[in-house]
């Protein structure tokens, strides 16, 4: 589970606002400008952050994602030769055990259809599975989004 980072080291903007603050009194009226400064400055830092966490974590998914592809692209390329020798060898032989129960002109447009139905459906099969693992991997920025509604809720009460 993520978990709010602290924002780094505070810069010499930063610095001084936090020293302004503290030196304000309570009844002072730039007390609250102050403090309405030093929450914009460290919103404006938090979000600077968010965002370069969300460019480091679409980076590791883009690198993920590409890997990804590139092994299923050279796999399936090989695999698409060597299905097409399997389904001639296939064809030819389904063909020949057709010939013996049946005229051999049904036979000869039987045995593709009947190859073409039982590897259609698996085709079909390994797609939705495929589908359903990329989809369940997802492209969203999870760590992002956590950390940008714990920072909404920090500055929320940084307000109040």
Known sequence: MATRREPPEA?????????????????????????????IAESTRLLRQEIELARAEMG?????????VAGVAAGGALLACAFFFLLSALDRGFGAALATWMDER??????????????????????????RALRSEGLTPERTVETLRENTHWIKERLR
Not at 26 to 35: F, I, K, V
Not at 60 to 68: C, I, S, T, V
Not at 106 to 130: D, K, R, T, Y
């Open 106 to 131: 049904i036979a000869g447009w039987l045995a593709p259809l009947i190859l073409a139905a039982i590897l259609g459906g698996v085709g079909f099969w390994l797609l939705s599975n495929a589908r």
């Open 60 to 68: 590791e998914k883009a690198d993920l994602l590409q890997r990804y």
């Open 11 to 39: 810069g010499p903007e930063q610095a001084e606002v936090e020293a302004e603050a503290e030196t304000a009194g309570p009844d002072d009226a730039g007390s609250t400008a102050a403090l309405l400064r030093g929450v």
